[in-house]
C-alpha cells in the first residue's frame, strides 16, 4: 500500500514539475513564485470546470498536461539543448524539502477536529464522492462556504485516491508553496537572506499552530494573501508579469473563504499602487496608461470577483433549499438587531482585549517587529538623513490594515454571529490568526530587505549579527507553538470518532447499504453536537438517530422506540439504565458495541455484529 502511494504520489509531483518547468521556461517567472501560482491556477481551472460540471475530465488533462510537459523538457534535457534560466535556487530547495517534510509529518494523521466534521473535512470527502462541486445531493450544511482548498485537495486525492492524511498533505502543500514566496529574494550569493526567509517560513508556520492538523483555512488564507502582497513588491516594475503572477492567486484567494474579500482588497490596494507609481508614473491620462490601467483593472478585479459571483450563481441553483451562511451580510440583519444592549456595550472592550492580548504570540512577534521598523526608520534617518519611506510606507499600511480587519471582526459579531457565540467571541483566535500572519509576513519581508540590504557591504561580522538578532526576532516568540506542533501530533486511537469509524465500517460491511442507525452515547452529554457531526461525516447521510441520556421514563420510552424503528443499533458507551434495558433485547453482547436489529415472532431483538 505504502508503494503504491508513492508512486501515485511521484506522478503526481512529475505532473506538477512538468507545469513548473513551462512557467519558469516559458513565462519567466521566478522559481520562488512557480509553486503557489501552479497550485492556484489549477485551482482556478478545476474550478471553472466544477461550475461547467467537468471536473473529473479536466484533473486528467491537467495531470496528463503535466506529465506530457515534463517529458517533453527531460527530452530536450537529454538531447542536451538545455534551458535557460533553469538553475535551482534557494527556493526550490526548500520547497522540495517542505512537501517531504509535510508527506512525512502528516503521514496517518485523520480528522478529529470540530469544524473538519462540520465542514472542511466533509466537503473534501463529499466532493470525491460526487466527483464535482458539492451540490444538492451533499449534506454540506455551510452550502455558501467557498471551495477554493478542497478544490486543490480534490485533485490531489484524484490522483492519490482518497486518505484524510493525503487531505492533510495536500493543504499542506498549499502552505509550502505560500512560504516558498518568502525566498524571492534569495541567492546562494546572499546566505544572510537565506537564513532569515527560513527562519520567517518557520514562524510562519509555527503561527498556524496546531491548524496543521486540520483543514480549517484560517491560516493559509493569511499565507496566501501575504504571497500575493510579496510577488506584486517583487514585480512592481513589470507590470506584466505582475499581473500574470497574481492572478490565479488572487483567485485562489477569494475562493478559500468569504473573508478573503478583505485581503482581495488589501491586495488590490498594494497592486494599484505599485502599478500607479512604477508603469503609470504617477499619469493615468493618456493612451498607453489608460490600456495598462484596464489590463490591470480586468485581470486583477473583475476576473476574480465574476468567479466570486460565479459560485454565488452556482449555489443558487445548485440547492433548491434556503443555504446557510450564518455569517451572510443581508438587510435584516443589519436593521433588525436583536442583541442585548449589555452585549453591545461590552464587545468593543472584549474585541480591544483579544485583539491586543499579549498572551497571543502572534501579538507579541507584531510588537516586537513593529519596534524593529521602528527602530530601523529611527537609525537610517540619522545615519542617511533621509527616512526610510519604503519601510514607513510598509508598517504605517500593516498595522492600518489590522486595525481595518479588526474593525470588521466587531462588526461581524454586532450584527453577524448570533449573540450565544458572539458573546463569547466564538472563533476569535482563527479569525485573528489571518491578519497577524497576513501583516507579520509583509513586515518581515520589509525589515529582512532594509536590514540585510543596508549592511551587504560591511564586514562579516556585522552581517552575522544581524541574521542572528533577525532569527531571533522571528523565532523567539514562536518557540512554544513549535514545540506544540512537534509533540501534540494528534493520536486518535482511543477517540470516539475511532470507535464510530470502526462500527458504521462494520454496520456497512453487514448491511451493504447505507440503513438507519440508532446510536446511544452517554459519555456525549455535553459535547455541542460533536457526535452528531462525526456521524454525518462517518455516513455522509442523515439515516441515523442519537440518544445521549435517559433520565427520565420518556427518554427510556424513546430509547425502545428508536431501537425498534432502526436497523442498527450502536451502543456508543453504556450506562447502568442503557444496561437494564438491553437485557430484554439481546441474548449476547456485541464486542464492538454494533447490533442489528431483527424481528422474531413480532419481537425486537438484537443480534451482535462481529
Same mark, same amino acid.
Given at each position: 500500500?505504502?508503494?503504491?502511494?508513492?508512486?501515485?504520489?511521484?506522478?503526481?509531483?512529475? /505532473?506538477?514539475?512538468?507545469?513548473?518547468?513551462?512557467?519558469?521556461?516559458?513565462?519567466?517567472?521566478?522559481?520562488?513564485?512557480?509553486?503557489?501560482?501552479?497550485?492556484? $491556477? %489549477?485551482?482556478?481551472?478545476?474550478?471553472?470546470?466544477?461550475?461547467?460540471?467537468?471536473?473529473?475530465? +479536466?484533473?486528467?488533462?491537467?495531470?496528463?498536461?503535466?506529465?506530457?510537459?515534463f517529458?517533453?523538457?527531460?527530452?530536450?534535457?537529454?538531447?542536451?539543448?538545455?534551458?535557460?534560466?533553469?538553475?535551482?535556487?534557494?527556493?526550490?530547495?526548500?520547497?522540495?524539502? $517542505?512537501?517531504?517534510?509535510?508527506?512525512?509529518?502528516?503521514? $496517518?494523521?485523520?480528522?478529529?477536529?470540530?469544524?473538519d466534521?462540520?465542514?472542511?473535512?466533509?466537503?473534501?470527502?463529499?466532493? !470525491?464522492?460526487?466527483?464535482?462541486?458539492?451540490?444538492?445531493?451533499?449534506?454540506?450544511?455551510?452550502t455558501?462556504?467557498?471551495?477554493?482548498?478542497?478544490?486543490?485537495?480534490?485533485?490531489?486525492l484524484?490522483?492519490?485516491?482518497?486518505?484524510?492524511?493525503?487531505?492533510?498533505?495536500?493543504?499542506?502543500?498549499?502552505?509550502?508553496?505560500?512560504?516558498?514566496?518568502?525566498?524571492?529574494?534569495?541567492?546562494?550569493?546572499?546566505?544572510?537572506?537565506?537564513?532569515?526567509?527560513?527562519?520567517?517560513?518557520?514562524?510562519?508556520?509555527?503561527?498556524?499552530?496546531?491548524?496543521?492538523? =486540520?483543514?480549517l483555512?484560517?491560516?493559509?488564507?493569511? +499565507?496566501?494573501?501575504?504571497?500575493?502582497?510579496?510577488?506584486?513588491?517583487?514585480?512592481?516594475?513589470?507590470?506584466?508579469?505582475?499581473?500574470?503572477?497574481?492572478? #490565479?492567486?488572487?483567485?485562489?484567494?477569494?475562493?478559500?473563504?468569504?473573508?478573503?474579500?478583505? @485581503?482581495?482588497?488589501?491586495?488590490? *490596494?498594494?497592486?494599484?499602487?505599485?502599478?500607479?507609481?512604477?508603469?503609470?508614473?504617477?499619469?493615468?491620462?493618456?493612451?498607453?496608461?489608460?490600456?495598462?490601467?484596464?489590463? *490591470?483593472?480586468?485581470?486583477?478585479?473583475?476576473?476574480?470577483?465574476?468567479?466570486? !459571483?460565479?459560485?454565488?450563481?452556482?449555489?443558487?441553483?445548485?440547492?433548491?433549499?434556503?443555504?446557510?451562511?450564518?455569517? =451572510?451580510?443581508?438587510?435584516?440583519?443589519?436593521?433588525?438587531?436583536d442583541?442585548?444592549?449589555?452585549?453591545?456595550?461590552?464587545?468593543?472592550? +472584549?474585541?480591544?482585549?483579544?485583539?491586543?492580548?499579549m498572551?497571543?504570540?502572534?501579538?507579541?512577534? +507584531?510588537?516586537?517587529?513593529?519596534?524593529?521598523?521602528?527602530?530601523?526608520?529611527?537609525?537610517?534617518?540619522?545615519?542617511? &538623513?533621509?527616512?526610510?519611506?519604503?519601510?514607513?510606507?510598509?508598517?504605517?499600511?500593516?498595522?492600518s490594515a489590522?486595525? !481595518?480587519?479588526?474593525?470588521?471582526?466587531?462588526?461581524?459579531?454586532?450584527?453577524?454571529?448570533?449573540?450565544?457565540?458572539?458573546?463569547?467571541?466564538?472563533?476569535?483566535?482563527?479569525?485573528?490568526?489571518?491578519i497577524?500572519i @497576513?501583516?507579520? $509576513?509583509?513586515?518581515?519581508?520589509?525589515?529582512?530587505?532594509?536590514?540585510?540590504?543596508?549592511?551587504?557591504?560591511?564586514?562579516?561580522?556585522? &552581517?552575522?549579527?544581524?541574521?542572528?538578532?533577525?532569527?531571533?526576532?522571528?523565532?523567539? #516568540?514562536?518557540?512554544?507553538?513549535?514545540?506544540?506542533?512537534?509533540?501534540?501530533?494528534?493520536?486518535?486511537?482511543?477517540? %470516539?470518532?475511532?470507535?464510530?469509524?470502526?462500527?458504521?465500517?462494520?454496520?456497512?460491511?453487514?448491511?451493504?447499504?447505507? #440503513?438507519?442507525?440508532?446510536?446511544?452515547?452517554?459519555? /456525549?452529554?455535553?459535547?455541542?453536537?460533536?457526535?452528531?457531526?462525526?456521524? &454525518?461525516?462517518?455516513?455522509?447521510?442523515?439515516?441515523? =438517530?442519537?440518544?445521549?441520556?435517559?433520565?427520565?421514563d420518556?427518554?427510556?420510552?424513546?430509547?425502545?422506540?428508536?431501537?425498534?424503528? /432502526?436497523?442498527?443499533?450502536?451502543?456508543?458507551?453504556?450506562?447502568?439504565?442503557?444496561?437494564?434495558?438491553?437485557?430484554?433485547?439481546?441474548?449476547?453482547?456485541?464486542?464492538?458495541?454494533?447490533?442489528?436489529? =431483527?424481528?422474531?415472532?413480532?419481537?425486537?431483538?438484537?443480534?451482535?455484529?462481529?
Open positions: 500500500m505504502l508503494n503504491i502511494s508513492l508512486f501515485y504520489f511521484s506522478v503526481l509531483f512529475l /505532473s506538477f514539475i512538468g507545469w513548473g518547468l513551462f512557467a519558469s521556461h516559458k513565462l519567466k517567472l521566478h522559481q520562488a513564485v512557480i509553486p503557489i501560482f501552479v497550485f492556484s $491556477g %489549477i485551482t482556478a481551472i478545476l474550478f471553472v470546470a466544477g461550475l461547467l460540471n467537468v471536473m473529473p475530465y +479536466m484533473v486528467m488533462i491537467l495531470f496528463i498536461g503535466g506529465i506530457g510537459i517529458l517533453y523538457y527531460l527530452y530536450l534535457f537529454m538531447i542536451k539543448k538545455g534551458i535557460a534560466g533553469m538553475r535551482i535556487n534557494p527556493s526550490t530547495i526548500f520547497f522540495m524539502m $517542505g512537501i517531504l517534510i509535510m508527506i512525512v509529518f502528516l503521514n $496517518g494523521v485523520i480528522h478529529n477536529h470540530y469544524d466534521f462540520s465542514h472542511w473535512g466533509l466537503i473534501v470527502k463529499e466532493m !470525491f464522492q460526487v466527483n464535482g462541486l458539492p451540490d444538492g445531493r451533499t449534506i454540506i450544511s455551510f455558501n462556504y467557498p471551495p477554493g482548498s478542497a478544490t486543490f485537495i480534490y485533485y490531489v484524484s490522483i492519490t485516491g482518497y486518505s484524510e492524511s493525503y487531505a492533510f498533505m495536500a493543504q499542506g502543500f498549499l502552505i509550502v508553496a505560500c512560504l516558498t514566496v518568502l525566498f524571492i529574494f534569495t541567492s546562494w550569493k546572499r546566505p544572510g537572506l537565506i537564513v532569515t526567509a527560513a527562519a520567517a517560513s518557520l514562524a510562519l508556520f509555527s503561527l498556524n499552530g496546531n491548524y496543521i492538523y =486540520t483543514l483555512v484560517d491560516g493559509l488564507l493569511g +499565507m496566501v494573501a501575504f504571497a500575493i502582497s510579496v510577488i506584486a513588491f517583487y514585480y512592481r516594475k513589470d507590470w506584466k508579469k505582475g499581473l500574470l503572477a497574481t492572478t #490565479p492567486i488572487l483567485i485562489m484567494l477569494l475562493l478559500i473563504k468569504d473573508s478573503g474579500k478583505v @485581503f482581495f482588497l488589501f491586495n488590490l *490596494v498594494i497592486i494599484f499602487w505599485f502599478v500607479y507609481s512604477y508603469s503609470l508614473k504617477g499619469k493615468i491620462l493618456n493612451k498607453k496608461n489608460i490600456r495598462i490601467a484596464l489590463w *490591470v483593472l480586468v485581470f486583477s478585479a473583475l476576473l476574480p470577483l465574476s468567479l466570486d !459571483f460565479l459560485w454565488g450563481q452556482y449555489v443558487d441553483k445548485a440547492y433548491q433549499d434556503d443555504h446557510h451562511n450564518k455569517f =451572510t451580510v443581508n438587510r435584516g440583519k443589519i436593521l433588525n438587531n442583541k442585548t444592549e449589555e452585549f453591545k456595550e461590552n464587545l468593543a472592550p +472584549m474585541i480591544f482585549h483579544a485583539a491586543t492580548d498572551d497571543n504570540s502572534g501579538i507579541q512577534l +507584531m510588537l516586537i517587529l513593529n519596534g524593529l521598523a521602528l527602530a530601523t526608520i529611527l537609525i537610517y534617518s540619522i545615519m542617511h &538623513r533621509q527616512l526610510a519611506r519604503r519601510l514607513i510606507g510598509v508598517t504605517l499600511f500593516v498595522n489590522y486595525l !481595518f480587519y479588526i474593525f470588521t471582526l466587531y462588526l461581524m459579531y454586532l450584527f453577524l454571529m448570533p449573540e450565544g457565540e458572539a458573546v463569547r467571541l466564538a472563533g476569535f483566535n482563527r479569525y485573528l490568526l489571518t497577524v @497576513f501583516c507579520i $509576513g509583509i513586515l518581515m519581508v520589509a525589515i529582512s530587505q532594509v536590514w540585510l540590504s543596508w549592511i551587504n557591504e560591511r564586514k562579516h561580522a556585522i &552581517r552575522l549579527g544581524a541574521v542572528i538578532v533577525l532569527v531571533m526576532a522571528f523565532l523567539y #516568540p514562536q518557540w512554544e507553538n513549535m514545540k506544540s506542533v512537534a509533540s501534540n501530533k494528534p493520536d486518535a486511537s482511543d477517540s %470516539i470518532r475511532m470507535g464510530i469509524k470502526d462500527q458504521y465500517q462494520r454496520i456497512i460491511t453487514d448491511a451493504q447499504t447505507a #440503513p438507519q442507525v440508532f446510536y446511544y452515547s452517554p459519555k /456525549s452529554f455535553d459535547d455541542r453536537g460533536f457526535l452528531d457531526y462525526v456521524l &454525518r461525516f462517518e455516513q455522509t447521510n442523515h439515516k441515523f =438517530t442519537v440518544l445521549r441520556n435517559m433520565e427520565t420518556e427518554e427510556e420510552a424513546t430509547f425502545i422506540n428508536r431501537i425498534e424503528s /432502526s436497523e442498527y443499533f450502536v451502543l456508543v458507551g453504556e450506562d447502568e439504565r442503557s444496561e437494564s434495558l438491553l437485557e430484554g433485547f439481546r441474548a449476547e453482547k456485541s464486542t464492538s458495541g454494533v447490533y442489528r436489529v =431483527t424481528y422474531k415472532e413480532d419481537k425486537v431483538e438484537l443480534e451482535p455484529v462481529k
